[in-house]
Nanobody, 117 residues
């Protein structure tokens, strides 16, 4: 069974940075397009960044220019570097396949990011 494990969240002041990391047990990422998602209280889960198997990246407008997604297939990790964090970035962050919202994929516990003003 696939188990996704996210880490690196925490409490940071506005303008600060965090680096999230994701790894998996029971699967390898190397043949899949991967993404980071977030879910704020009372809101739907949204996809914020994607990285293809060729390391092509794409971002939601709300994080473009501030977040950077990357992958290391040798280590089986997908990272999200988050800079210039704002209070509206406060959410639980998850990693998963790019089609996870539609496919009913399993989700990990996520990692909490809290940005204070």
């Amino acid at each position: 069974q696939v188990q996704l494990v996210e880490s690196g969240g925490g409490l940071v002041q506005a303008g600060g940075s965090l680096r999230l990391s994701c790894t998996a047990q029971g699967t390898r990422f190397r043949f899949r397009d991967m993404a980071w998602y977030r879910q704020a209280p009372g809101k739907q889960r949204e996809r914020v960044a994607t990285v293809s198997v060729w390391s092509t990246t794409d971002y939601a407008d709300s994080v473009k220019g501030r977040f950077t997604i990357s992958r290391n297939d040798a280590k089986n990790t997908v990272d999200l570097q988050m800079n210039s964090l704002q209070p509206e970035d406060t959410a639980v962050y998850f990693c998963n396949y790019t089609d996870a919202l539609q496919s009913g994929a399993n989700w990990g516990q996520g990692t909490q990011v809290t940005v204070s003003s």
